[in-house]
């Protein structure tokens, strides 16, 4: 079985300089799972050039056989890298905090990259209704405001593909 480790390594050294590892998985089988990002998000004719050049860094006839898959991130996927949380300053967001609490709202700020190489916070803009009194009636009237939530409160977070449509 390949080292995953050296594999990582290996994948850094041949990755064009804005683009970055999200993760590398192997399961039983010998499958291996690569997934590669960049901010401007990653062509399919990118992951088929790296698939080639880790086959020809390892080849199946040499070594163990594997398997090997080469994509970027599912837009729905949770983020796993401080990069993802940059790439997505701006869009609409979902994140579930350790509460349970799901909030859905803009991310406008990613805090520092602490030492898990995870931000140590994310602020969301949140929208809500607020109910006022206007007189004798009653108003409801919409309410925008930042959320802030440390990372060790932050149980998932990724892109919101419904506020997004």
């Known amino acids: 079985m390949i080292d995953l480790a050296v594999l990582r390594t290996e994948i850094e050294q041949m990755l064009h300089e804005d683009e970055f590892v999200v993760e590398i998985t192997s399961s039983p089988g ?15 004719s990118r992951c088929v050039e790296i698939s080639r050049a880790i086959t020809q860094l390892h ?13 970027s991130p599912s837009l729905s996927d949770p983020w796993q890298v401080y990069e ?8 609409p967001v979902q994140a579930v905090d350790a ?20 931000p140590e916070y994310v602020v969301l803009e949140i ?25 060790d409160q932050l149980k998932r977070i990724s892109y919101d593909l ?4």
Do not use: C, F, N
């Open 162 to 165: 419904d506020k997004a449509l």
């Open 84 to 91: 993802q949380y940059t790439r997505h300053l701006e869009a």
């Open 99 to 118: 509460s349970g609490m799901k909030w859905h709202g803009k991310l406008i700020e990613v805090g520092a990259r602490g030492a898990d190489q995870l």
């Open 30 to 44: 010998d499958q291996i799972r690569v997934v590669v990002d960049v901010m401007g998000g990653l062509p399919i």
């Open 59 to 71: 080849d199946r006839d040499e070594e163990e056989d594997y398997a090997l898959e080469v994509s």
């Open 127 to 151: 929208e809500r209704t607020e109910t006022v009194q206007d007189g004798k009636k009653k108003k409801k009237k919409q309410v925008i405001e930042p959320h802030r939530i440390d990372h």
